[in-house]
């Protein structure tokens, strides 16, 4: 924490809360599939001097004198996304994921126009049409569902329902849905109807950067993403699109929700960017994946069941009320507090066909971009499973918890975090 010298002498109070969240980060396992480490240098530069400095508009067109360095930076930054992802066009001003969607709501659509989207209880997205948020409110918002069966996603039932309300636009990609993306088939769906296809990667831009799932680019005009989670950047957020929706979406950004961009998470995205097109990446990437499976099989070994009976990607969707012969069933928050407790930290989370409430569900969301990050392999998954089984067996028992978030700590003191200990 010697870095946190200026902070301690001006607020020691909120200095040690975060040596306090530093040391947490560092003895749990984290397995929410939307977190992850960033590095020393990304950290750096996102807490860097470029904090101070005003710059709407964009590069070589700012409404601000003294933007010689962050039209620079800016600059940098989308031509290393349009690289790395192969797209004709990158904005990286947006200051998260969702304002990256409501800039291409914004950009292409009226309010009341209908758009077509992945239900928030099946895995979708908040934004992608959801009742309770702007998407929702603003858009007239149909949404397709899982298969009940398979709970995969079913392109002929999402081209039936395409063809009843004609979209203006389609989103894919979600929260909670451990599966491919099939990008190419939803772009056949939406060339039929007549809609623009929108692809939300924020979960699995990492992932599609470093090979481990494919791309939507050549599929989808338009792909909107977060700069953390597999990326291993800072909270920001990036709209890649072809030329021909590049004006309208900047124009949505700047100045149509968006002031001056957060110059010193540009910074750290191009920070990430660069990280993200080096072979080290790649091998991390696709390590995700292995690492996500192996902790699927040693899950289905304990007797746990998996929505969709497994994974593709880096998370995994568990219903916990379905218990085995030794582990009772518990509901999705009793069994997220349970982990946390035992060191095992994920997110209660909807299962498709919900029986219970959003705040009380049936499931838990766990995910290995983290576990990853810190350099754990499938032996380290096979004992996380174990760890779960336990924890969940004994849910009520804070003396079991607490051992085992003592083995927990133990191993993740073999495992540095990257950014933490260095």
């Not at 601000?64 to 620079?72: A, S």
């Not at 699927?296 to 497994?310: D, M, P, T, Y």
Request: glycine content about 10%; hydrophobic content about 40%; some cysteine.
């Amino acid at each position: 924490m010697s870095h946190l010298e200026a902070l301690k002498a001006a607020d020691p109070e909120i200095r040690e809360l975060i040596a306090e969240e530093e040391r947490r980060q560092d003895r749990c396992i984290r397995l929410i599939p939307s977190e992850n480490y960033a590095s020393r240098a990304v950290m750096e530069a996102t807490g860097s001097v470029l904090t101070n400095k005003y710059s709407e508009g964009y590069p070589g067109r700012r409404y601000y004198e003294g933007q010689q360095v962050i039209d620079r930076v800016e600059t940098i930054a989308v031509e290393r996304a349009k690289a790395l992802f192969g797209a004709q066009h990158a904005n990286v001003q947006p200051y998260s994921g969702s304002p990256a969607n409501q800039a291409v709501y914004l950009a292409l659509l009226k309010p009341g126009d209908t758009v077509l989207g992945l239900s928030l209880p099946f895995g979708g997205h908040l934004t992608h049409g959801w009742k309770v948020n702007f998407s929702g409110i603003t858009y007239r918002a149909v949404q397709y569902e899982l298969d009940p069966a398979t709970h995969r996603v079913d392109l002929d039932r999402v081209l039936d329902l395409a063809r009843k309300e004609r979209p203006k636009v389609i989103f894919t990609g979600g929260t909670a849905y451990p599966r491919i993306w099939d990008f190419e088939g939803f772009a056949r769906v939406a060339r039929e109807v007549g809609a623009v296809l929108v692809a939300d990667i924020a979960h699995i831009a990492g992932l599609v950067a470093g090979g481990a799932h494919p791309s939507p680019i050549p599929h989808a005009p338009i792909v909107t993403t977060t700069t953390h989670k597999t990326l291993r950047g800072p909270r920001g957020g990036m709209i890649l699109s072809t030329a021909e929706h590049a004006t309208a979406l900047d124009r949505a950004v700047f100045p149509g929700l968006q002031g001056g961009p957060h110059n010193h998470t540009t910074a750290g995205i191009a920070v990430a960017l660069k990280e993200a097109a080096s072979p080290p990446f790649r091998d991390y990437a696709h390590q995700i994946v292995r690492n996500a499976k192996a902790l699927a099989e040693g899950l289905l070994e304990k007797g746990f069941r998996l929505i969709s009976g497994g994974t593709d990607s880096h998370l995994i969707l568990i219903d916990t009320t379905a218990g085995a012969a030794d582990r009772p069933g518990v509901n999705g928050k009793p069994a997220a507090k349970a982990l946390d407790k035992a060191g095992l930290e994920c997110n209660y989370n909807t299962i498709p066909f919900e029986p219970r409430k959003p705040m009380d569900p049936s499931g838990v969301r766990i995910g290995t971009p983290s576990v990853t990050s810190r350099g754990m392999r499938e032996p380290e998954m096979r004992r996380i499973a174990e760890w779960m089984h336990r924890a969940l067996a004994a849910w009520e028992k804070p003396d079991v918890l607490e051992r085992i978030r003592a083995e927990v700590a133990e191993l993740c003191e073999a495992f540095p975090p990257p950014g933490i200990r260095i």
